[in-house]
C-alpha cells in the first residue's frame, strides 16, 4: 500500500518560504533609506552592516575550531592598505576596495601559515598578539599618521550606474546601499562555501578534528583557507570603514574590537552564520547608542543584557523566535557528516 505524504510543511514550502522571506527583507532593506531620514540612524544601520561582516568572519573560523583574536586587525589593514592607495599611490576606491582585500588575504595566508598550526589555546594567544602588536605597528609608523592616525581620508569616487544614476558619496545613503552590497556579496560567498565540500569539511573538522583528518581531510588546509577568507572579508570591510569615516587611528583597531564581533556572532546565535551575526550586531549596535543618554548606566546595562543573554539563551537570540528548528537540522547534518565523508573518500561499513 502507498502512503501519500503531504506537501505541506514539507521542504519545499520550506525553501519557498525562506525565498519569500529573503526576498521581503532585501526590499525592506532597499526602501529603508527612504523611510529613515536621520543620518544618525542611518550611522548606525551602516555600523550594523558592518558589524554582521565582521561577526560572520568569526563563525567562519569558529567552524573550523579557531577563536581568532585579530579580526579587528585585518579590519585595520584593509583600512591602512586602502588609505594608502587612496592618498599615496592616488589610486581610485574602487581600484582600493579590491587591492585592500588582496593585501588582508595574503598577509593572513602568510601568517595563518605559522599560527594555524598551533589550533587550540596555541592559536588564541597567537592571535592575541597579533591584535596587540598591529596597534604598535600602526602606531609607530610615521608615514601611517603614527599613534594620531590619518585624517581627511577622500571618499569613494562618484559611480554612474547604467539606468539609475550618478551616484555622489555625499550624504549617508550611498554609503548605506555600498554597505548592502559588501554584505550580500559576503552572504553569497559564505553560503556558497558552506553549502560546498570545504564548508562540510569546516564542520567536520569544527565536530572532531582528529576524527575528521582520520578520514582524509587536511585539517590544516581547510583551517588555513578559513583564516584566509576571513582576513580576506575583513580587509574588505576596513576598507569601507576607512573612506566612510574618513580617517584611520590605530586604538580603533585593537582586540577589545575583535571581542566585541565574538559578542555580535554568540548573542545572535553561533549556530546560523549568516542570521546570526546579523541579528547579534543590529542589537548590539542599536542598544548602546539607545542608551547613550545615559552614559554612566549605559555600560552597565549593555554588560548586563550581555550576561544574561548568554547565561538563559546559549543558542542566541534566534532561538526565541521559535527558529531553535534550524539548529537542530545543523546538528542533524553535523551527526551525518561522519557518513557522508567515509562514503565520499569511499570508505565502506563493514
Not at 61 to 89: C, D, E, P, Q
Not at 95 to 108: D, F, H, K, T
Request: net charge positive; with cysteine; charged share 10%.
Amino acid at each position: 500500500m502507498e502512503v501519500a505524504y503531504s506537501s505541506k510543511g514539507g521542504p519545499r514550502s520550506r525553501v519557498k518560504g525562506k525565498t519569500i522571506a529573503s526576498a521581503l527583507a532585501v526590499i525592506a532593506l532597499v526602501l529603508l533609506p527612504l523611510v529613515v531620514k536621520s543620518p544618525y540612524y542611518m550611522h548606525i544601520l551602516i555600523m550594523s552592516g558592518l558589524n554582521a561582516i565582521l561577526a560572520m568572519t568569526f563563525i567562519t573560523m569558529l567552524r573550523t575550531g579557531l577563536i581568532s583574536l585579530s579580526i579587528a586587525a585585518f579590519w585595520g589593514i584593509g583600512a591602512y592598505a586602502s588609505m594608502l592607495f587612496v592618498m599615496r599611490l592616488k589610486a581610485s576606491f574602487w581600484l582600493a576596495l579590491p587591492a585592500s582585500i588582496v593585501v588582508a588575504g595574503l598577509i593572513g595566508l602568510c601568517i595563518g601559515y605559522l599560527f594555524v598550526r598551533s589550533a587550540g589555546f596555541g592559536f588564541v594567544m597567537l592571535s592575541a598578539v597579533l591584535g596587540m602588536l598591529i596597534i604598535v605597528v600602526f602606531g609607530n609608523l610615521k608615514f601611517l599618521g603614527g599613534y594620531e592616525g590619518i585624517e581627511s581620508i577622500p571618499p569613494p569616487d562618484q559611480i554612474t550606474i547604467p539606468l539609475v544614476a550618478r551616484v555622489e558619496f555625499a550624504s549617508k545613503a550611498p554609503y548605506y546601499y555600498l554597505m548592502l552590497v559588501l554584505l550580500f556579496v559576503t552572504i553569497v560567498i559564505l553560503r556558497a562555501i558552506y553549502a560546498a565540500w570545504t564548508g562540510r569539511a569546516w564542520m567536520a573538522i569544527g565536530l572532531n578534528s582528529r576524527l575528521a583528518e582520520s578520514l582524509g581531510v587536511n585539517v590544516f588546509r581547510y583551517r588555513l583557507w578559513a583564516f584566509v577568507i576571513s582576513s580576506a572579508i575583513a580587509g574588505m570591510a576596513g576598507s569601507f570603514y576607512a573612506h566612510y569615516i574618513g580617517a584611520v587611528i590605530p586604538g580603533s583597531f585593537d582586540v577589545f574590537k575583535t571581542i566585541y564581533v565574538h559578542i555580535f556572532a554568540i548573542l545572535g546565535g553561533v549556530d546560523f552564520a549568516i542570521l546570526g551575526p546579523i541579528v547579534g550586531s543590529v542589537v548590539m549596535t542599536f542598544v548602546p547608542e539607545l542608551l547613550r543618554i545615559t552614559k554612566v548606566i549605559e555600560p552597565i546595562v549593555t554588560g548586563v543584557l550581555v550576561i544574561l543573554i548568554i547565561l538563559f539563551l546559549p543558542r542566541g537570540l534566534l532561538s526565541l523566535f521559535g527558529i531553535q528548528a534550524m539548529s537542530t537540522h545543523v546538528g542533524r547534518r553535523i551527526e551525518k557528516l561522519g557518513s557522508f565523508i567515509k562514503a565520499s573518500l569511499g570508505f565502506r561499513a563493514r
